[in-house]
Every structure is written in C-alpha cells, then in structure tokens.
C-alpha cells in the first residue's frame, strides 16, 4: 500500500514536471525568442548605438569581414574603419578597461570562449582602445651591433 | 540611318560635357597661383594605393651629423620597439652607421633601413608571399602571413630585417607587432596614407639637421624629385641593380 502510495506521488511529481517544461516552450514561442545557452553580444561602450551589421549576421560572419578588411588594408591601404579589428575593439571595449582577451568579460573572449574559438589576433593587435594616450615604448631602444655591409672593397662601414 | 546619327551626337553630348569639366577642373587647379595641390598626398581612406606614387628618401650625408640617433630614437619610439639587452638579437628597424672609404679615411655618418627596393630581393626569397611590395614601392612583411623563416633577413643585402624574438607588451594600434615575425622599416606607412611623413624624417628635421627628405619619386615637382634632378643621389650597392627607394647623398 505504502509503494503505491509512493509511486503514485513520483508520478505527480513527474506529470507536474513535464507541464512546466511544456509551459515555458509555450511562453518562449509567445515572446517569439529562441532558446539559447550563447552569451549575448556586448554591445557597444562608447555611446555608439549603430550597428556595422545586424547582429546574427555579425555572430556568424564577423570573422570574414574581419580577414577581407586585413587584407586590404595591409596590402592596399585600405583603411576604412567600419570593419577592421581595431574598430571593433575601439567601439566594443571600454577606453582604459583593465579586461584583457582571455578574461571572461572581454567583448571578444565572453564568446569565444563559450564557442572554444582560440584566436591570435591580440599577440600583435592590441585586446583594448589606445585612444588619445599611446602606449609610448618607454623602454630602452635597440642598439645596433657590428656590422659591415657586404660589398667594402673600397670602403669600410661601422656601426655607431 | 538616323539612329546612327542620332547615337553619335549623344556620344558626342557626352564628350563635349567631359571635355567642359576636365578644363574646369584644370581651371581650378590653376586659378590659385602659390598654392600646390599636388603635394597634398592624403587619399581617401576607403582608396586603395596605386603604382601613380613611389614613396622614397633622400639622405643627405653632409648633414647628418655623427653621433646623432634622433631617427632611431623616433622610429622606435614611433613603432614601439623595445630593447630586451640582447644586442645581436634586439630588433632594429633603423640604425646609424659610419661609412669609411679605406683609400681617403672620409668617414660618413647615415642611417640604414629597409631600402624599399623596386626589385626587393626579399619578396623574391619568401616562400608564403608574406614579404611584399605594395605598388606606391613600400616594401613590407605581412605578419599574418609570415612563418618566421627568416630567409628574408639573409636575402636582404643591407641588414635591414629582424626578427621578433620575445613577445611584444608595448602595443600600439597603428603597427601590430608580434613575437615569431621578421619586421623592418614599414617607411611608417600608417603615417603615410594619412598624408603623413614618418617618424625618422620629423625627427631629423625637429634636431635641425634635415638631412632626410621624405617625397614622391613619381612626381617631377616634389621635393625629393627636385633635389634628385639637381643634385642626384647614389644607391648604396647600386651593382645589385635592386633601384632602391632610399638614396644617399655624399658618400
């Protein structure tokens, strides 16, 4: 008597449970979103309320707008801003912010590293806005050592 | 019959229009006498580079003094090159060096970079085509290409490429630099297509020498064109028949 008694409460449990999960498919359907696990893109920090594109386009592309631009820019000249990195980083990461890529809260990182994506854009480009203060190298600058260039049969050449 | 005809006098429409504007546009260029639009060398951002330009330098020896590395300084500065106290390794995009004829002992002092050639032997050595000539003739090493192989740097007879050995902290957005790249003198192109001049030749005029003369090869009425036709300019190892963008004075 008591198993039954059990059983027929787990049932409940169970039947309860199904309605639930049932309900919120409905109330995702009436708010017409879809259910999704993936961070949402950070939107822009400095007042820019424009988007380059729409933002699906941007989650699935963003990568190939981004290599069409290196290329261009770096073999051409081309330096329209609208889709090169640093642009992308100029509009979506606070000016001054401490966060690194890697970190969770970087724009680029938060979904990358939901995604897996391992990326080496930022051991040459910078992962933050340099704005009006560059990053002037303070540190000592190379000094030149010995050397001669190749043809001396007259004259000699020696590093200052 | 009369459709040819008529075809022609709208060619001939159009024609004429082009005509008109060409000559307003040569009015305007011509109606403020003094004022040089041509040495205006800014383009659009959104334009791409064109073989109309070829970027160059003239180096005059007699002014550059010895001991000064203010060119240096600025072009390290400017690129965010950093000295990690290894002297054979640290990057070194320019660097001051003294030429002594043996016959005479004349001793002159310039600066050596990438010579921008127009047949650059590190373009022709690079197996992933990272080491490139833009058309405007600045030579420069794509890094998201580069492997790291170095065979420009034993290609290129005037020591002008190194390579990045130790991971760069100082960034700065205009020139992303890396560790396990070659790099050299980029004629600070970042500058350049904004109508800048690089760092090294402000630097050398801010201390007074002026020994540096950045210009347009192309164009018979700049500077660096001007000073050519009357003074000339020596290549340095001119047998390699490379035509290099940078020339030297006096040596």
Partial sequence: MLQIKNLMHKSLIALAGIAVMAFSVFAYADAGEKPSFAPSVPHPTNGTTECVEDEDEMKKNHMKYILHQRDATMHEGIRTKTYSLKECINCHVPENSQVRYGDEKHFCSSCHNYAGVSIDCFQCHMDTPMGKNPHKSNAQVSKPVQSEIADATTTGASNE | MNKSTMNNESVNIERRSFVGKSATAAAALTIAPGVFLNQVHAKPAGEAVTDAKRWGMLIDTAKCASGCTSCVTACHEENGIESHNRPLTDQQWIRKIKIKDKLTDHVVSLPMMCQHCE?????????????????????????????????????????????????????????????????????????????????????????????????????????????????????????????????????
């Fill in chain 2, 119 to 251: 047949k650059p032997p590190c373009v022709d050595v690079c197996p992933t085509g990272a080491s490139f000539k833009r058309v405007d003739g600045i030579v420069l090493v794509d890094r998201h290409i580069c492997i790291g192989c170095r065979y420009c740097m034993m290609a290129c007879p005037y020591k002008a490429r190194s390579f990045a050995h130790e991971a760069v902290d100082n960034k700065v957005d205009y020139q992303p630099r890396g560790k396990g790249t070659v790099e050299s003198c980029t004629m600070c192109v970042h500058r350049v297509d904004e109508g800048g001049t690089p760092a090294c030749v402000e630097a050398c005029s801010e201390a007074e020498h002026g020994a540096m003369i950045f210009g347009d090869l192309k164009d018979p009425s700049s500077e660096i064109s001007k000073q050519l036709v009357e003074h000339g300019g020596q290549q340095i190892r001119a047998d390699l028949g490379l035509n290099t963008g940078v020339r030297y004075r006096g040596i």
